[in-house]
């Protein structure tokens, strides 16, 4: 749900980021409340948004994306425990993206996770309490480990400009940090993580600030290096992350989801020695096969006004078969385009379906995804 900031009164019991100020400054106009903590999601028109985006570059405060800090003796054995994605191979100052996975095989989150040293991890959350996760599975792990949250808050440099506007803050060498790789380092000063990752399906940055008090001073600096390649102060695009078939947590998946129904097959490793939480259930899940998938769909019809606000029934001669998770107009594509959740046995490219958008049915067909840059060339260059 979207706060407007002109009509809803913040309250103290949702936390604000170190970019708080910054971003009403700047022209924040709505927020929605994701880890328990206020993040902009509008600067006014959402496809002016997405055109900054992608033509340009865009600065968005993603603080509410947590972090749980994994250290101690036992943290690389720990952190693996957590997730079914072998990390045997992480290098240190490498980012890995993974699932979370309950004893039953289901999704808890889908973090990014950072490793700073050989026992030095962060997980970047998604919306859900991975830190509570993570200190209850330690509780009774009986590894020598310390969770914590640390002081870090990250923001998004995204966009083709980006490298142009981290050479203006960091100098030329920053144009070496490969994709998914990352730095510690400082900026005048203020103690940072620079990592080449980002929710956007666009080339970009995530720069971590390491002492809240100075988040302010981060904001404007990078803004003011920004100007000469039009920098504008932005949120995450949900056209741009649907284009990219980018995942989001309580839409697209949920404790309820597993990693093969979502087909990222790859980001489990059943064959590894290594113990993780629920493995056995993935093995059997594996085994047996699973009854839906998440597809790509084009809908047809006029341009949808909004993304949609709940789930969207998918039907095939009047039998529910699954749901629209995330639906969006892209203008760059001019089609209306969605994940949804469907029964394998209409998940094939070309099926068609039935969705029920609001009161209005419309047809939907499963089409590849991702809609954009498939092979994420954009992202990695």
């Given amino acids: 749900m979207i706060l407007d900031s002109n009509s809803v009164g913040f309250g103290a019991q949702i936390r604000q ?24 999601r509008s600067y006014g028109d959402a496809e002016e948004n997405f055109w900054n985006l992608v033509e340009r570059a865009i600065l968005c405060d993603v603080a509410a994306e947590r972090q749980v800090e994994i250290t101690g ?19 240190v100052g490498q980012c890995k993206y993974v699932f979370l996975t309950t004893e039953e095989g289901g999704v808890i989150n889908d973090p990014v996770l950072l490793r700073l040293g050989e026992n030095h991890f962060w997980l970047s959350l998604a919306d859900s309490d991975g830190l509570l996760w993570a200190k209850g599975v330690a509780a009774y792990a009986g590894l020598n480990v310390e969770i914590r949250e640390p002081d870090v808050s990250p923001l998004q440099l995204q966009g083709p400009r980006s490298l142009d506007i981290m050479k203006a803050l960091f100098g030329d060498d920053i144009e070496t940090l490969k994709y998914y790789w990352l730095i ?19 080339r970009g940055y995530e720069i971590y600030l390491r002492d809240h008090r100075m988040g302010d001073k981060l904001w404007e600096m990078i803004m003011a290096a920004g100007e000469p390649f039009g920098l504008k102060p932005g949120h995450t695009s949900t056209i741009r992350r649907i284009e990219g078939a980018m995942l989001s947590y309580h839409a697209d998946m949920d404790i309820e989801t597993n990693p093969f129904e979502l087909g990222l097959d790859r980001l489990v490793d059943l064959d590894m020695d290594a113990p993780f939480i629920g493995k056995d259930a993935l093995k059997a899940i594996k085994a047996k096969g699973v009854s839906r998938r998440l597809a790509g769909f084009e809908i047809g019809g006029a341009p949808l006004a909004r993304p949609n606000e709940k789930h969207w029934p998918l039907t095939a001669k009047g039998e529910t078969l699954g749901k ?18 469907v029964r394998t046995d209409h998940s094939a490219e070309g099926a068609a379906l ?23 060339k954009i992202a990695s260059a």
């Avoid at 510690?184 to 666009?202: A, K, N, Q």
């Fill in 17 to 40: 980021s170190p970019f708080f100020d910054a971003t009403r400054r700047w022209g924040a106009t709505g927020f929605s409340v994701y880890n328990h903590m206020y993040l902009p």
């Fill in 73 to 91: 003796p036992d943290a690389a054995a720990f952190t693996q425990l957590l997730t079914p994605r072998n990390l045997s191979k992480c290098k």
């Fill in 184 to 202: 510690e380092t400082e900026l005048d000063g203020i103690p940072l993580v620079v990592s080449r990752t980002g929710w956007s399906s666009e």
């Fill in 324 to 341: 629209i998770t995330s639906a969006v107009y892209s203008p760059r594509l001019e089609k209306n385009i969605a994940l949804g959740m």
């Fill in 354 to 376: 039935t969705v029920l958008c609001d009161g209005d049915e419309r047809p939907a067909t499963v089409v590849e995804k991702p809609f954009y840059d498939p092979k994420k």
